[in-house]
Nanobody, 117 residues
């Protein structure tokens, strides 16, 4: 079955960087839109970035544009999120999933990112 295993989160100071990884399995990785999402405390889940696994086309939310960069390793069925110049408002649990994932769909455990001095 579909599975996403996210990792790479942690505690970082403002201005710092992290790279998140998401290993996907249970489906054909090619020709899919994959996304990173985040959920901050008390807020709804937010779409952060999307990439097409075959074409490599990508998009980023305005709130992270220029600071976050989504990429993928086709051979490893892995999607990455490079996060630079992190801000306290980036604190959230980060998840990967299909671009059209719904709240009731399968979600992995996510990885916690905390930006604090």
């Amino acid at each position: 079955q579909v599975q996403f295993v996210e990792s790479g989160g942690g505690l970082v100071q403002p201005g710092g960087s992290l790279r998140l990884s998401c290993v996907a399995s249970g489906f054909t990785f090619s020709n899919r839109y994959m996304s990173w999402y985040r959920r901050a405390p008390g807020k709804e889940r937010e779409l952060v970035a999307t990439i097409h696994t075959l074409r490599g086309t990508l998009s980023h939310a305005d709130s992270v544009k220029g600071r976050f960069f989504i990429s993928r390793d086709f051979a490893k069925n892995t999607v990455y999120l490079q996060m630079n110049n992190l801000k306290p408002e980036d604190t959230a649990v980060y998840y990967c999933n299909f671009r059209d994932a719904a709240p009731g769909d399968y979600w992995g455990q996510g990885t916690q990112v905390t930006v604090s001095s």
